[in-house]
């Protein structure tokens, strides 16, 4: 045999091998490949048909708003899987509601009635929590576009109207937030949260938390069994981590 035809017998064999141990390895991935993708399964963030018969379900409300699925990540956060609805049924039987959202309040409010979610949102009995444009929509009338909303809490909500020259509009950052109230700040003392927004509610009986730009306003607003945070506590760290489990778990 020639050295030629030795060397050549000689990687036809190593290739042999390589290739037994690749078919090897193809026959065991493709038997554990269903199992991963079963293990992989999530519940789907958009549905009307939510099997909500678990310990403690969540409901967030869809409608069209910016900023929703960094709310939906935050109670994931929690362990929880929630559910991103606008079917009334589903928040209606939710052991939670969260009202989340950046938008701008006439096209909100348009959409919300086309939809008729209005009634619906007022008609809640659970825990429900407003935040940001949320907080605003749960007022009586905004500003913004000159529109009426849902009216859970009897106050109007303002556009910001700078004072100083470094007064700038929207208020954009962290702020501290102060005289908090109710367990939804349960452990926390004058905490630091993030805020964008050009519109604000004015201090009024439903305050349980002040901020202070420009002038003092409401933070967060509670009546029955409605909360609301102007902030975003999905995007305010380890304090608003705090605010969302104090929220899923009140009584």
Known sequence: MSDTTAKQAKLDAVFAIKLKKVCQFKRKYVSLYPKIRVNRQKKPLFCSDYDISNDMNIAIVKYNAGNIYSVVNAVKRQGLDPVLTDD???LKKADRV????????SSAMRYLHEHGLVEVIRSLTQPVLGICIGQQLLCRHSEEGDVDCIGVF???VKRFVPQRHEDKVPAM???SITDLKTTL???LTAPYVYFVHSYYVPLCEETIATADYILPYSASLHKDNFYACQ?????SGKVGE???RNFIEMK
């Open 88 to 90: 009334a049924a589903v």
């Open 98 to 105: 969260i009202f989340p959202g950046q938008g701008e309040a």
């Open 154 to 156: 009897d106050v109007d």
């Open 173 to 175: 950052g962290w702020n």
């Open 185 to 187: 700040f349960h452990g």
């Open 231 to 235: 902030f975003h506590p999905e995007k």
């Open 242 to 244: 705090t605010i969302i």
